[in-house]
């Protein structure tokens, strides 16, 4: 005689609702670091800031 | 001598009514805030020609009304001041206040009275910086413009929800949305601010800039934040905003051509921001009781004449710089 295990009553509701949030989660982090992240860009290697001068302001 | 009423006295506020009283072209200056305690607490230290006043009339003999109140309240005053045919500054940097004030326009040229939108650090000296720039290019291209720091605890509210904003930038003759908190850009500011991470948000400079600079592609706001301010932007602020910011900055990057060649030319300012906003709203505020303000509502990228604005300004403290070496820029 064959016995046919089945989940429990809402078994497969409470796997799709843990899937969803692992998912969800997964994207808010990956989200999250792609905000957080990232690469800058290059900072002027000649010159410099100089106050106006008089002949500026003519 | 003139006569001059200024609504609010927070930093910014403060800060002008020093400037102003320090000037000897004001004979009398009323000074109103919602706040009794600011004004029991500051009017005593301001002298003699500075007094108390409450209510939201504006007297059609004064010469002159600046409004330095938290951002949202700044038309309806604004307004007030225009009907009454007295020229107006004002020192807002929210967006939608920013566009309202603009739409003043008509009811100023009406009544023959110059609305001064945006008088303060960013935006004031960097639409100031920015026409000081185009003199050196026979075509403008592109406007650029950051700023680091805050000023006030309106200043610093403002800062925070403009990040979490969506923002406008200027882009081949049309308006863009763009999300707050995007764009990240590395800016090269005055020492000793340096560089500093800045994102696009919901700042009005843009609002201010094109339509000042006919045929120009693509003008752009960004503010520096950190990781922490970018993640926290969607919230409410978690802390009370500091009385007062520190050392800020502003930098101002035109892009365009003279003759056949490209240029990029690169302008700032570093200062503590309610310090420099006070000071441009002062220097704004002797050019226009001078008559140097033509009617009409707009921002300090109006202005032709920046050489006597910025030598005012630069006698109240404030000192813009230039960058010079652009060679890595262009």
Known sequence: MRVVEEAPMGGGLLTLIRRTMLAVGAGLAAAALIRVRGTGGVAPQTGGWRELRGDDLT | M???LLFGLGATGSRIARQLVSTGGVEQLEVRDTE???????????????????????????????????????????????????????TSNQTAEVRRLLELDREARTHRVPVIVGAGFMPGLSCLLARHASHEFDEVDEVHVAKAGTGGPACARQHHRALGTTGIDWRDGEWTRRAGGSGRELVWFPEPVGGRDCYRAALPDALLLA???????RVTARQAATRRDRLSAPLPMLRRPHPEGGIGAIRVELRGSVGAERRVV?????????????AMAS??????L???FAPGAAGLAAVNDTVALLR?????GVKPVRFEGLSTFG
């Open chain 2, 36 to 90: 009794t305690a600011v004004i029991e607490s500051l009017v005593p230290t301001l002298g003699p020609r500075v007094e108390a006043g409450s209510g939201r009339e504006v007297d059609p003999r004064l010469d002159l009304v600046i409004v330095a109140t938290p951002h949202g309240t700044q038309v309806s005053l604004a307004r007030r001041a225009v009907t009454a045919g007295v020229p107006v500054i004002t």
């Open chain 2, 312 to 316: 005012t300004l630069a006698e109240r």
């Open chain 2, 2 to 4: 003139a006569r001059i």
């Open chain 2, 266 to 278: 690169a302008f700032g300012a570093v200062e503590r921001p309610a310090v420099a906003a006070g």
């Open chain 2, 211 to 217: 339509p000042e600079f006919p045929g120009v592609q």
């Open chain 2, 283 to 288: 220097a704004v505020a002797l050019r226009v």
């Open chain 2, 290 to 292: 001078d008559g140097s």
